[in-house]
């Protein structure tokens, strides 16, 4: 246990659905990473917050996704109007170096 | 731009004996570099990192790797498999003037009792 938590662990979900995901990472850590991963392969990163500012996004984060840390803790991604090419498991570190364990993504 | 190339997809040993997996960087500038160990329905861990100290960097749980500029490279050792080392290994770079962390496709290691 890395003390980074997400929540839920998995989500199925029917495609055209909203899905949101929380992470709550190590309490002192103001840094706060989301990646996402598909079978066989390496992490992508998506975004990055300091306290809660979102310095940094990826292109793979099209409009659909959003992310909020709104008090500088706890950080939620939403994904709207889901497709299957968003199956994944979405993960999220904290100061770069502690993953939570994830959460799968099962778009039918 | 940079980027992370593991060489290979799949390695098998046998318990007790050597572990090479092997890392090949592109960078401009002198790169942050690290391991990452990820094991069956578990989260990833941090192994080791090289920030431009030391070339060769010890981890945890015996891994050590060594950063070898001429050569590119940041393979990860280790002298002795055990069985609980069978896991998937991530090289990552860190790209400078970014947040961004980049991933290589990873190595899944097998042990052979």
């Known amino acids: 246990d890395t003390g980074v938590s997400q929540d839920p662990r998995h989500k199925i979900t029917k495609r055209g659905q909203n899905v949101t995901f929380r992470c709550d990472p190590i309490?002192?850590?103001?840094?706060l990473y989301w990646y996402r991963q598909t079978l066989g392969q390496g992490p992508e990163f998506l975004t990055y917050?300091?306290?809660?500012?979102?310095?940094?996004k990826s292109r793979l984060l099209s409009d659909r996704f959003s992310a909020e840390r709104p008090k500088g803790s706890f950080s939620t991604l939403e994904i709207q109007r889901t497709e299957q090419g968003d199956s994944a498991m979405y993960l999220c570190?904290?100061?770069?170096?502690?993953f939570g364990p994830g959460t799968r993504l099962t778009v039918l | 731009a940079q980027s992370v190339t593991q060489l290979d997809s799949h390695v098998s040993v046998s318990e007790g004996t050597p572990v090479l997996l092997r890392c090949n960087y592109s960078?401009?500038?002198?790169?942050?570099l690290f391991w990452y160990v990820q094991h069956p329905n578990k989260g990833l861990q941090l192994l080791l990192k090289?920030?431009?100290?030391?070339?060769l960097v010890k981890g945890i749980n015996g891994f050590e790797a060594e950063f070898k500029k001429s050569e590119t490279s940041f393979h990860l050792t280790k002298p002795s498999a055990h069985m609980s080392d069978a896991a998937e290994y991530f090289c990552?770079?860190?790209?400078?003037?970014?947040?961004?962390?980049?991933f290589g496709t990873g190595t899944r290691l097998k042990v052979l009792a």
């Open positions: 990552v770079v860190s790209v400078r003037g970014t947040y961004k962390y980049i």
């Open positions: 960078s401009s500038y002198s790169p942050s």
């Open positions: 309490s002192e850590h103001n840094r």
């Open positions: 570190a904290s100061s770069a170096t502690y």
């Open positions: 917050f300091q306290n809660e500012a979102q310095l940094e």
């Open positions: 090289y920030t431009s100290a030391a070339t």
